[in-house]
C-alpha cells in the first residue's frame, strides 16, 4: 500500500488556511503561515484547528470556499401581517444544592490530566513551530546561495 511507505506524522507548511485540506492521515500536521495557524488529522482523517484547541475555542475545519455563481436577485416579496405580542413568561424555580446538583463539576484528576495534555500538545506544537522556522530559514539561505551562483 502507498501509507505503508508514507512517513508518518508529516509537517505541511501552507501558505494559508484555504490551502489545507478536509481530509488527511492521521498525525499529519499543517502550518498556514498567513494565518500562524496549526491544524492536525484526526484518527478518523478529518483535520481540526490545533490552534482553536489550545486557545480553549470550539475547533473547527479548514475553510472552503466555493465556486461562485452567476445569479441575479430575485424581487423582494409581500410584507406579511405584524404578529402580536405574547405575554412575559413566569420567573422560574430556584435551583438544587450543590452536592445535589444533576450536574456535578469535574473531578479534579481528570482536570490535572487534562491540563497534562494540554501542556504536552503545547511542546509539540512548538517543537513544530521551530522546525518549520528553521526550515523557513535553510530555505532563505539556499535562496540567496543559488543567486550568488
Known sequence: MANEKRQKNKLHPTIC????P????AGD???ARAEGSVWLALKSGVVVSLSDI??????HTPPRHGRDGESIMGPRGIAGE???DGKDGRDGKDGRAGKDSAQPGLDS???VNALKQV???KLIVTAI???NRQAAGYIEYLRERTKKV
Do not use: N, P, T
Request: hydrophobic share 45%.
Open 54 to 59: 489550545l486557545h480553549g475555542e470550539i475547533a
Open 129 to 131: 513551530y521551530d522546525q
Open 109 to 111: 484528576a481528570v482536570l
Open 17 to 20: 488556511e484555504s490551502c489545507i
Open 29 to 31: 500536521v499543517w502550518f
Open 119 to 121: 501542556a504536552d500538545m
Open 82 to 84: 405584524k404578529g402580536r
Open 22 to 25: 478536509e481530509q488527511g492521515v
